[in-house]
């Protein structure tokens, strides 16, 4: 999966020029939480709301309302965005922009095409994914099982869940307590919960957890 399979598009984007108060406006109506800067259909930088709700004056100021208003309307997106911004093609994986993003701790990246930002990949686009990768919107039997670190293991569990009549919605493995051994927690439907414990009762490690969700 690449990230221009599931980033936001068309986008929304923020003149440098435009006051700190304007953008916030703006974001609250489009429902967004950040957005690349453009000029000259070039990306200059990203804001976002906490960016810009930062620029803000405390609500504790003893500024009035017509001050604070006025302050706001003197500072502009360019003083409060990222100018270094990092970003993605529409060709990456998306499991390299989740890490670029988690690295970083930002929640969203632009992709850009020959110079030109086509879209935006955020940290909503990934958890839609996570729901997806883990069968979240489905019914089935969750299963959480540490297995031994070496090879066919998983063709193991496969095999064994489709022999006794299950059929996998999701599959997902992780690291385990220890390089010898890796964690595996997979979803799958048309089999009772005792039977899909007892199929996979003598190749796992250990079972964490089995139950219906």
Do not use: C
């Amino acid at each position: 999966m690449f990230v221009g399979e599931r980033m936001s598009h068309p986008i929304i984007s923020i003149d440098p020029d435009m006051p700190v108060h304007d953008a916030l406006d703006m974001f609250n109506r489009e429902r967004i939480r950040r957005a690349p800067v453009i000029k000259n259909g070039k990306l200059v930088g990203i804001v976002s709301d906490k960016d810009l709700l930062n620029a803000s004056p405390s609500p504790a100021s003893s500024l009035s309302v017509w001050e604070m208003n006025y302050l706001l309307s003197k500072i502009t997106v360019d003083e409060v965005m990222t100018k270094n911004v990092l970003t993605v093609s529409e060709n990456t994986p998306i499991e390299e922009a989740a890490r670029l993003m988690a690295d970083n701790k930002i929640g969203g990246v632009p992709v850009i095409r020959d110079g030109h930002v086509v879209g935006i990949i955020t940290e909503t686009d990934l958890f839609k994914i996570f729901l997806e990768f883990m069968g979240a919107r489905e019914k089935g039997i969750r299963i959480t099982a540490l297995l031994e670190e070496k090879p066919g293991q998983l063709a193991k569990i496969t095999k064994a869940i489709s022999e006794a009549g299950g059929n996998f919605v999701a599959f997902g493995q992780f690291t385990g307590e220890d390089p010898s051994n890796r964690l595996v927690t997979f979803k799958v439907k048309n089999i009772k919960k005792e039977v899909a414990k007892e199929a996979i009762k003598d190749i796992a490690k250990e079972i964490w957890d089995v139950q219906e969700v």
